[in-house]
């Protein structure tokens, strides 16, 4: 290993140490937020058929459905993913850490040694500290993605499915015939534009 590339690693390293403390904070806050959403939609789909039972009613089948479906285990799997991501990024903060102090005590020394070993495991911790970095864009994305997905389901929030479909196509229908639409001019009338030979037109 030569001062040059110790200088390259401490550099780089640092970087993405910062830039790892941010990104623990960050996906373990979106991780307690995802679950009490979570939280918050199953008691609101127990609380409609709580209120059904209460009132001497059945609930009916689009709000049992929507129950079942917002206690799954697969709706668990986003926080739980996001809490994954944020420990795997203190794992490597640490490795990082260790890397930096490590890479400097052996800048300090006078005739430092060619350090083999210090110089492969910076390049790894690097490459996979960068790797993860890239893979947490992605998770973010596709989180973003997700929650504009939630987003449109809240607008449709009191319709069912069925009925969503169906007024969609009522819309498209509608639009597809005022695109067909052409307007029909009047023949004009021929005693008021028509002058009739011999006779003045008042």
Do not use: C
């Not at 939609?41 to 459905?65: C, H, K």
């Not at 690097?126 to 893979?135: F, K, N, R, W």
Request: proline share 5%; glycine share 4%.
């Amino acid at each position: 290993m030569t001062q040059e590339y110790a200088a390259l690693v401490v550099g780089v390293d640092i970087a993405l140490l910062v830039v790892g403390t941010v990104q623990i904070l960050s996906l373990l806050k979106a991780a307690v937020a995802d679950f009490k959403k979570l939280v918050a939609r199953e008691d609101a789909a127990l609380t409609v058929i709580s209120d059904r039972l209460q009132a001497g009613d059945e609930p009916t089948r689009d709000e049992l459905q929507a129950a079942v479906d917002q206690s799954r285990p697969r709706q668990v799997l986003p926080p739980i993913g996001l809490s994954f991501l944020g420990l795997l990024w203190a794992l490597v903060s640490a490795a990082l850490l260790l890397a930096i102090v490590v890479t400097v005590f052996w800048a300090a020394d006078e005739n430092p040694g060619p350090a083999r070993l210090l110089a492969t495991y910076t390049a790894w911790i690097t490459a996979i500290s960068a790797t993860l970095l890239v893979l947490e864009a992605l998770v973010q994305s596709a989180r973003l993605m997700n929650a504009l997905e939630e987003e449109e389901g809240t607008e449709r929030a009191g319709m069912s499915p069925a009925l969503y479909n169906a007024a969609v196509a009522k819309v498209e229908e509608y639009r597809h015939t005022q695109r067909q639409a052409v307007p029909v001019q009047a023949d004009p009338d021929p005693q008021t534009t028509t002058d009739t030979p011999g006779q003045e037109v008042r």
